[in-house]
Each structure stands twice: as structure tokens, then as C-alpha cells.
């Protein structure tokens, strides 16, 4: 069973660029999360979609975006860089069928995209 | 909004001795779920616990919910160098369908 993929792994921008990252599933996984990880602020929710839907968001400005598509890929787009966006950015896929509190909610990662931007 | 801290922050050890992070959180958690992130690498999953006061072992490893179910410690017996890595608390956000990391204990041994 393929584990979760993200591309690209490594990406370098400048200032005011944007960047689109592209995470796909375990396949069977309808839950897509992102988190941004960085050194000062660990592990912050961005965004979870499940069958096309953003269900929740995290504390991010309108910059952060993202969308699945209905064989549950996902992509997050920043638009506008800035120096602080540069982090580890990570996917994570999950079989969470949105039944609170089920504890099913087990994410498994990909390995990220790091985006440095100049 | 929702906290959960978790100490210490970083932790030396030698090889062989114990190793302990706790993990607290502002909020009752319906479950917690550890995961383990190497260095350069990624998030795994490591356990999930879901009743107060439960303790689960995984070999040399121990994890425990508190009975209020705020809190919860990883121990890890004997360290390994294979133990390297940070650890990451975390629990779901409210009803929310996302989980929430605690701020992570890093953890280096040393051989």
C-alpha cells in the first residue's frame, strides 16, 4: 500500500511568488490534512478537507489556501510569499469518516515539502 | 483557544537511562495520540489512547492518560540511540475533525 506522497520535496521561491504543493492520499483515505511545521512554532493546523469539502481551518491569513479533488488528491496553494512562509510543509491522509469523537482520526504524513523562500 | 504544552522542550540523555515527556493540555481530550518524528524526517504514529487513566506499552516504551484526561507522559526504559527523535503529542481540536500537536520534546541520546 503506497504511503502518502507530496511533491515537490524541495522547493525554493522569492518573495511574493506563490507555490502550489500537491499531496496524495493512502489510497482509501478521504481525510486530507495540512500542517506547516517550523523550528519556533512546531506542528500548526492549516486546513482539512474530506470528499472535496474544507471542513476546518486553521489560524492562517487568506494567502493559505487549498482544494481536493474528487480521487481525494489535495493542493495548498500560498500565494505572496514571504520569508516567515518558509517551512516543512506536510500532508497527512486519514480514513476519518468526520464521526466526533470517534478517535479514528490517526493521521499518517508524507514527507513534506520544505519551501524556502528568498 | 485550545493549549497543549508539552516538557521539557529538549532532553539529553545518556544511553541506556530513562526518559520521560509529559504532555498537558488546557482541554479535556477524548483521546491522545502520540506520534515520533526523526531527525529529517516526518511524523509517525505511535499509539492511541482513549480511556482515563489507560496505560499502554509498546517494549521499552509506556504511555499513559491521565485520569482527568489532560494529561499524558511517554516513558521510555533503557534509551536507545534509535530513540533520537522529537515526540509529539496530540489530541483532536474541540469538534473539529483535525488534531492539534502538542509543542514536542526532543529527545537526543547520547551513545
Known amino acids: 500500500k503506497a504511503g502518502v506522497t507530496q511533491t515537490p520535496r524541495y522547493l525554493i521561491k522569492t518573495r511574493g511568488q506563490q507555490v502550489t504543493l500537491s499531496c496524495s492520499p493512502i489510497?482509501?483515505?478521504?481525510?486530507v490534512s495540512w500542517y506547516q511545521q517550523t523550528p519556533g512554532q512546531g506542528l500548526q493546523f492549516l486546513f482539512e478537507?474530506?470528499?472535496?469539502?474544507?471542513?476546518n481551518k486553521g489560524n492562517f491569513p487568506g494567502r493559505f489556501s487549498g482544494r481536493q479533488f474528487s480521487n481525494s488528491r489535495s493542493e495548498m496553494n500560498v500565494s505572496t510569499l514571504e520569508l516567515g512562509d518558509s517551512a516543512l510543509y506536510l500532508c497527512?491522509?486519514?480514513?476519518?469518516?468526520?464521526?466526533?469523537?470517534?478517535?479514528?482520526?490517526?493521521?499518517?504524513f508524507g514527507a513534506g515539502s520544505r519551501l524556502t523562500v528568498l | 483557544g485550545q493549549q497543549v504544552m508539552q516538557i521539557p522542550q529538549y532532553q539529553h540523555v545518556q544511553e541506556g537511562e530513562d526518559f520521560t515527556t509529559y504532555c498537558n493540555s488546557s482541554?479535556?481530550?477524548?483521546?491522545i495520540q502520540w506520534y515520533k518524528q526523526r531527525p529529517g524526517g516526518h511524523p509517525v504514529f505511535l499509539i492511541q489512547?482513549?480511556?482515563?487513566?489507560e496505560v499502554k506499552k509498546q517494549k521499552r516504551l509506556t504511555f499513559q492518560f491521565g485520569e482527568a484526561k489532560k494529561n499524558s507522559s511517554l516513558h521510555i526504559t533503557a534509551t536507545q540511540t534509535t530513540d533520537v527523535g522529537t515526540y509529539f503529542c496530540a489530541g483532536p481540536n474541540g469538534g473539529a475533525n483535525n488534531l492539534f500537536f502538542g509543542t514536542g520534546t526532543r529527545l537526543t541520546v547520547i551513545p
Open positions: 489510497s482509501g483515505h478521504r481525510s
Open positions: 478537507y474530506f470528499s472535496e469539502t474544507q471542513r
Open positions: 497527512a491522509s486519514s480514513t476519518n469518516k468526520g464521526l466526533y469523537p470517534s478517535g479514528a482520526n490517526v493521521l499518517t
Open positions: 489512547l482513549v480511556k482515563s487513566g
Open positions: 482541554t479535556t481530550l477524548s483521546n
